[in-house]
């Protein structure tokens, strides 16, 4: 399995920026995926996680306050992060994660254990 991310970007307060995490070498809807960040000298951090399943709400970090948006298209295999109203804060690499399980789903960050290449978000004021 491979998930390769991309998106990421400079960008002025305020801005947006969509972030795309294509998976390849299994049927990407049987798997629940996510979106972390890290920040240097700071622990990694889960900003947001979708369910395989389309009846269970996603999960956003309470960070988020309702600028990011999570979602998924099954037939593109790729997962994306929408990030409105970005500030400063949310510089970090992003990075899309997923379980090595198909039919799991988790919040809990340890849980994920299949992991992208990381894209940096630069977010200048």
């Known amino acids: 399995v491979q998930l390769q991310a991309s998106g990421g970007g400079s960008v002025q307060a305020g801005d947006s920026l969509r972030l795309s995490c294509v998976a390849s070498?299994?049927?990407?809807?049987?798997?629940?995926m996510g979106w972390f960040r890290r920040v240097p000298g700071k622990e990694r951090e889960l900003v947001a996680s979708m369910s395989y399943n389309s009846r269970t709400p996603p999960y956003y970090g309470d960070f988020v306050k309702g600028r990011f948006t999570i979602s998924r298209d099954n037939d593109k295999s790729t997962v994306y992060l929408q990030m409105n109203s970005l500030e400063p804060e949310d510089t970090a690499v992003y990075y899309c994660?997923?379980?090595?399980?198909?039919?799991?789903?988790?919040?809990?960050?340890?849980?994920?254990?299949?992991w992208g290449q990381g894209t940096q978000v630069t977010v200048s004021s």
């Open positions: 994660a997923s379980f090595n399980t198909p039919y799991r789903y988790s919040v809990d960050s340890w849980e994920f254990n299949v």
């Open positions: 070498g299994r049927t990407f809807s049987q798997y629940g």
